[in-house]
């Protein structure tokens, strides 16, 4: 079951009060993917850079070789990104929906074949109808403070990436973001954190594609 995505959560009890046992969907948004498969220099390794007392360095003298990238890595920071995109055309097409007042669920699913999951493709069309029934419309953009590749499930080596699954930790800032009422008032509920922790899973497909499979709120600071 898709758990009720975060950005429901900052809304207005008066908004919510008939809502409470239904499974919402949300809007986020991403940016610059880390991937943090770079190696850190310890304090004791030498910085590359010569001391005063060192002698010259002879100009005979060869490069050290950098060091390489593991096949594995470099495969998995490329279907990674791959991820990362698709994930990225699915916040953009919600945003704008929600912005619009229009639904996503149609785009989403039969014209981009972007969700993976029934229970996400449920979680979005009830997000459809919660806005409709309460006269919401998205003011701004979901910001993205941070986000980081967490897993890689799957041999990133094979030639199809089918049931293999990308994971993200993401943190979402909605400093900037607004959830309006027909009136124009704004229906987030004061005191609400700006940021939301999100874990995100990314499956691929025998068609070569990747779908969201996954996005689940964490009660935690970002």
Not at 96 to 104: D, Q, V, Y
Not at 169 to 189: F, H, N, P, W
Request: charge should be negative; charged fraction near 25%.
């Amino acid at each position: 079951m898709v758990e009720p995505f975060s950005i429901h959560l900052m809304l207005e009890e008066s908004v919510l009060v008939t809502r409470m046992t239904t499974r919402l969907g949300g809007v986020v948004a991403v940016a610059v993917l880390c991937l943090g498969l770079a190696a850190c220099q310890s304090e004791d390794e030498p910085s590359g850079l010569p001391h005063l007392t060192d002698p010259a360095p002879s100009p005979t003298a060869s490069p050290s070789p950098s060091p390489s990238v593991e096949p594995s890595e470099a495969a998995i920071a490329e279907r990674a990104a791959e991820a990362e995109q698709r994930y990225q055309e699915y916040l953009e097409i919600t945003d704008r929906h929600r912005i619009e007042g229009t639904r996503a669920s149609q785009e989403l699913f039969d014209e981009r074949g972007l969700l993976g999951e029934p229970a996400v493709w449920d979680a979005v069309e009830v997000d459809d109808d919660f806005y409709a029934d309460e006269n919401l419309k998205q003011v701004g953009q979901t910001r993205i403070a941070s986000i980081k590749v967490t897993g890689y499930d799957g041999d990133p080596l094979v030639d199809g990436i089918g049931g293999h699954r990308v994971k993200f930790a993401v943190c979402l800032d909605y400093s900037e973001l607004d959830i309006v009422r027909e009136d124009g008032t704004s229906a987030i509920a004061k005191g609400q954190r700006d940021r939301v922790f999100m874990k995100v899973v990314m499956q691929g497909q025998e068609d070569g594609t990747w779908t969201v499979n996954k996005l689940d709120p964490v009660d935690r600071k970002c």
